[in-house]
């Protein structure tokens, strides 16, 4: 597995996922949305479609690059959350300094994607992890806390 290697020796990845593809299918909807109508309106100006496309596709890249490249997974020691492709940005937090597993679910992410945030407070505030937009966040904590085997 291509996450082996961001991994110890003697650890095992038991859990692993990524942001939810409820979340990213609304986006890709919406930013679609938004950029046809507006080139759709302004289709009379000589070369604003052309610019609105290419703002588009750009606008598309960027959420895109968040949905494939964030993976998050866990061991028995420790949770990690990894973002990026071309510069890659790796966070961990050991399970004996994590103090508190907080889930958060906002209105329309709860009624309409079920899906939320899992943050990770650890008794160092610079090593705290945020999971965003991960589906069935509730499910994803007790899977968690069943592989740190946490009360």
Same mark, same amino acid.
């Given at each position: 597995?291509?996450?082996? $290697?961001?991994?110890?020796?003697?650890?095992? =990845?038991?859990?692993? @996922?990524?942001?939810?593809? #409820?979340?990213?299918?609304?986006?890709?909807?919406? =930013?679609?949305?938004? @950029?046809?109508?507006?080139?759709?309106?302004? +289709?009379?100006?000589?070369?604003?479609?052309?610019?609105?496309?290419?703002?588009?596709?750009?606008?598309?890249?960027?959420?895109?690059?968040? @949905?494939?490249?964030?993976?998050?997974?866990?061991?028995?020691?420790?949770?990690?959350? $990894?973002?990026? =492709?071309?510069?890659?940005?790796? +966070?961990?937090?050991?399970?004996?300094?994590?103090?508190?597993?907080?889930?958060? #679910?906002?209105?329309?992410?709860?009624?309409?994607?079920?899906?939320?945030?899992? $943050?990770?407070?650890?008794?160092?505030?610079?090593?705290?992890?945020?999971?965003?937009?991960?589906?069935?966040?509730?499910?994803?904590?007790? +899977? =968690?806390?069943?592989?740190?085997?946490?009360?």
């Amino acid at each position: 597995m291509a996450l082996d $290697k961001y991994i110890g020796p003697n650890e095992t =990845i038991h859990l692993s @996922f990524g942001m939810s593809i #409820q979340y990213f299918t609304m986006q890709v909807i919406l =930013i679609t949305l938004f @950029f046809a109508a507006f080139a759709w309106f302004m +289709q009379g100006v000589p070369y604003f479609v052309w610019i609105i496309t290419i703002a588009g596709v750009a606008a598309l890249w960027y959420r895109s690059h968040f @949905f494939f490249t964030t993976k998050y997974f866990v061991t028995e020691d420790k949770i990690y959350k $990894k973002t990026g =492709i071309f510069w890659t940005k790796l +966070q961990s937090s050991k399970d004996e300094e994590i103090e508190n597993i907080e889930v958060r #679910q906002g209105f329309l992410a709860k009624l309409v994607f079920d899906m939320g945030t899992i $943050k990770f407070k650890t008794a160092t505030t610079d090593s705290e992890i945020e999971l965003k937009n991960v589906a069935d966040p509730f499910k994803r904590k007790k +899977q =968690i806390e069943a592989v740190f085997a946490l009360p």
